[in-house]
C-alpha cells in the first residue's frame, strides 16, 4: 500500500469522524432547544409534532421494517433540521458554547427575535402542514424530503459556481463602497459569514441563497448605481436577516426542483404566505442594522418601485394608493412579497412602536 493510498484513508476517516461529530452534536443542540423554554412553542410544534405524529402512525411502508424506519429516521432528522434553522442564532450560539466549551458572549449582539413577523410562524405551519400532506400520499415523506434536500444542495453548488464565473465577488479592493456597506450592516447584527457578488441587471433588486456559511448574497447593478451607501446597508441587512431567521435554508428545500418545474411551482404556492410575512421580518432587521431609521429602507423600497430619485415622489400620497386599490389583497395572492407600500407603511407602524410617532421625514 504506497503512501499516498495511506493519507487518503486516513483523510477519509478523519472527515467520517468530523462527520459524525458534528452530527452528535447537532442532534444534542436540537434537543436542548427543545426543550429551552425560550424558544417558541409554536415553532416546536410546527417543525417537531407532525414528524413524530408520522413515525408513530402504521403506515404501509411499515410493513417493509427497515425501509419503513429509515423513512421515519429520515423525516425526524429533516424536522430537527427545519427546527434548527428557523430557532435564533443567540440560543443556538448559547448551547453549542455550553456543549463544546467555547466562550460565548451574547451582549455584543441585539437579540432579533423579537422582530421576526408575528403571523410568520403561523403562515409556515399552514404550509408546512398542506406540504407534509402532499408528501405523505407517497408513502415515503422521509426518502422525498431527503431528495429535495440534496438536490438544493446541488443546486446551490451549481449557483455559486455559476456566480463565481459570471459576476464580480464584493471586497475590499472590489466596490470597496458597496464592501463598506456590507461591513456596517454585519456589525450591528449577530455574526454572519456571507460573500457578496454583483451581478448585471436592470433592475434594483437583491437575493440570498445557501444551506450553510458561507452564504451568498446577490446584488443587482442597477442596485448598486442607484442606491446611496445607507440604502445599500438597508438592503444588504435585508438579506442577512432572512438568514437569520432561517428563511435562506427552508426556501432551500425546493430549490434544487429548479424554478420553471411545475413541482417547484406547487411548493412555492403553497409557502407564498409565509413568503411575504418573511418579507416583514427581514425589513425589521434592515431597520435594526440602520440604526432604527426606516429612511434608507423606505427610501430603497421607494427606488425599487419605480426607479427615480425620491424627489419626485411625495411618500404620503404614495402611500394612500392602497387605500384606492380595492382588490390589493387580493393581487397579492400570487406573489412571493407584499406589495410595496405595504411594506413601506409596516416600516413606519415599527417605528411608530418604537419612538411613539409616525413623524419622519421620508422624502
Known sequence: ?????????KTSQSNIKRWATQFRLHLHIAWRLLCDPRVSLPLKLVTMVPATVYAMLPLPDDAIPLIGWLDD??????????????????????????LTNNGWVSEAHPHIEHLRDSQELKALSWGFGIYLAMVMLTGYVGYVLTAFIVMGMIAVRLMTASLR??????SATQFPQVYAALRRAQAELPATSVELFVQQDQDINAYVYGYNAPYTIVLTSEAVEKLSPAELQAIIAHELGHILFGHVKLTGLFGGLGRTSWL?????????????????????????????????MVHALLKTSCGLDLDTINVREYLQQLDDAAVSRLTEV????????????????????????TEVTLG
Not at 429516521?73 to 448559547?94: D, G, H, M, Q
Not at 403553497?270 to 440602520?290: G, P, Q
Not at 411594506?343 to 417605528?351: G, K, P, S, T
Open 73 to 98: 429516521a429520515l423525516l425526524l432528522l429533516v424536522s430537527t433540521f427545519i427546527f434548527y434553522a428557523l430557532t435564533p442564532a443567540a440560543l443556538k450560539n448559547e448551547h453549542k458554547s455550553k
Open 165 to 170: 464565473s459570471n459576476t464580480v465577488r464584493v
Open 334 to 357: 400570487t406573489n412571493t412579497h407584499p406589495h410595496i407600500a405595504k411594506r413601506v407603511q409596516a416600516l413606519l407602524a415599527l417605528h411608530q412602536a418604537e419612538f411613539g410617532t
Open 264 to 296: 417547484s411551482s406547487i411548493l412555492r404556492m403553497i409557502f407564498l404566505r409565509w413568503s411575504r410575512r418573511c418579507e416583514y421580518s427581514a425589513d425589521a432587521v434592515a431597520w435594526l442594522a440602520s440604526g432604527k431609521d426606516v429612511r434608507p
Open 1 to 9: 500500500m504506497t503512501a499516498a493510498t495511506l493519507s487518503n484513508r
